[in-house]
C-alpha cells in the first residue's frame, strides 16, 4: 500500500505560479505510475498529467501543455507538478494518484490523495 498526501495548493493571480507535492509513503516509490487530476464545483474529475515509473515518460492534457510540468524524485518519493502562466479556468481541487500497473497508459490509478485546492484569480 502507499499513501498519498498533496501540498503547495494556495491563491494565486492569474499568471502566476505554483508548485505542488506528493508525497508517498514507503521505499519503492519507483514501482507507481503517478498522475495529477483535477476536479472544479460541479465539473468532472479531470486528467491533468502522468509520468511513468520509470521517470523517463511523461503525458499532458492538451489544454496544460507548455505551462505545467510534472516530474518526480525518487530519493524523496515526490511527484511535482509545476504549474506556470496560470489562468482562471485551472481552479480546481487537485488530486494526485498512484498506480503499481500501468495508470500511465491506461488512466486507471489504485491509489489516491485527498487533494489540495488551486484557486487563481482573474
Known amino acids: 500500500q502507499v499513501q498519498l498526501v498533496e501540498s503547495g495548493g494556495g491563491l494565486v493571480q492569474a499568471g502566476g505560479s505554483l508548485r505542488l507535492s506528493c508525497a508517498a509513503s514507503?521505499?519503492?516509490?519507483?514501482?507507481?505510475?503517478m498522475g495529477w487530476f483535477r476536479q472544479a464545483p460541479g465539473n468532472e474529475r479531470e486528467f491533468v498529467a502522468a509520468?511513468?515509473?520509470?521517470?523517463?515518460?511523461?503525458r499532458y492534457v492538451d489544454s496544460v501543455k507548455g505551462r505545467f510540468t510534472i516530474s518526480s524524485d525518487n530519493a524523496k518519493n515526490t511527484v511535482y507538478l509545476q504549474m506556470n502562466s496560470l489562468k482562471a479556468e485551472d481552479t480546481a481541487v487537485y488530486y494526485c494518484?498512484?498506480?503499481?500497473?500501468?495508470?500511465?497508459?491506461?488512466?486507471?490509478?489504485?491509489?489516491w490523495g485527498q487533494g489540495t485546492q488551486v484557486t487563481v484569480s482573474s
Open positions: 494518484a498512484a498506480d503499481d500497473g500501468n495508470g500511465y497508459y491506461s488512466d486507471q490509478y489504485k491509489y
Open positions: 514507503g521505499r519503492t516509490f519507483s514501482r507507481y505510475d
Open positions: 509520468i511513468r515509473r520509470s521517470g523517463l515518460s511523461t
